[in-house]
T-cell receptor
Framework: ETGVTQSPTHLIKTRGQQVTLRCSSQ?????VSWYQQALGQGPQFIFQ???????GRGNFPPRFSGLQFPNYSSELNVNALELDDSALYLC??????????????????FGPGTRLTVL | SQQGEEDPQALSIQEGENATMNCSYK?????LQWYRQNSGRGLVHLIL?????REKHSGRLRVTLDTSKKSSSLLITASRAADTASYFC????????????FGSGTRLSIRP
């Protein structure tokens, strides 16, 4: 157990709908990252939040958005769902620090993921 | 594109044998991490090696890092059935938009 929890475990939506996924970080961590993992592939970085601000974004369209709250829990929102959004969504928390405009990390602790199916 | 690429994509060995997986990456890094994933579940952190380290051990795991070749290897000694999983390397790149990027993974199967 990593101490990182995600909800819901599974979710089925239809194309065009919106979805919100939630992540509760490990105690003491200030950074949360979200990943999309398609079947048989490695996790693809969506974005990261460090101290409640977006700190890097992968190659995902603006309909993927997020929030990090003062308690460092986080949400991933996806609007206008497409069939290709079907995947396992993973969040990971870590303790990061900023050095000269870049951020360095310790290891990430992953939650169990949310399996999203878009029909 | 992926920063890290694992090699081989799939590996099947006999229980008790050693398993070696390799990872290559493209840009300078702060550190490199190895993760294990069982059957599409959450990833488990195995080991982190920093850019100024060359080798690190943790139990039956041995990781090497060659920054001149931009490559790393993960060795699992005396493999067990429970080691059957997918293994991913992830790099923490030195960039202003720092983020950790995963490779596509090696699927390891341990035959009894």
């Amino acid at each position: 157990e990593t101490g990182v929890t995600q909800s819901p475990t599974h979710l089925i939506k239809t194309r065009g709908q919106q979805v919100t996924l939630r992540c509760s970080s490990q105690s003491g961590h200030n950074t949360v990252s979200w990943y999309q993992q398609a079947l048989g592939q490695g996790p693809q970085f969506i974005f990261q939040y460090y101290r409640e601000e977006e700190n890097g974004r992968g190659n995902f369209p603006p309909r993927f958005s997020g929030l990090q709250f003062p308690n460092y829990s986080s949400e991933l929102n996806v609007n206008a769902l497409e069939l290709d959004d079907s995947a396992l969504y993973l969040c990971a928390s870590s303790l990061a620090w900023a050095v000269r405009r870049t951020t360095s990390y310790n290891e990430q602790f992953f939650g169990p993921g949310t399996r999203l199916t878009v029909l | 594109s992926q920063q890290g690429e694992e090699d081989p994509q799939a590996l099947s060995i006999q229980e008790g044998e050693n398993a070696t997986m390799n990872c290559s990456y493209k840009t300078s890094i702060n550190n490199l991490q190895w993760y294990r994933q069982n059957s599409g579940r959450g990833l488990v952190h195995l080991i982190l090696i920093r850019s100024n380290e060359r080798e690190k051990h943790s139990g039956r795991l041995r990781v090497t890092l060659d920054t001149s070749k931009k490559s790393s290897s993960l060795l699992i000694t005396a493999s067990r059935a429970a080691d059957t999983a997918s293994y991913f390397c992830a790099t923490d790149a030195r960039s202003s938009a720092s983020k950790i990027i995963f490779g596509s993974g090696t699927r390891l199967s341990i035959r009894p």
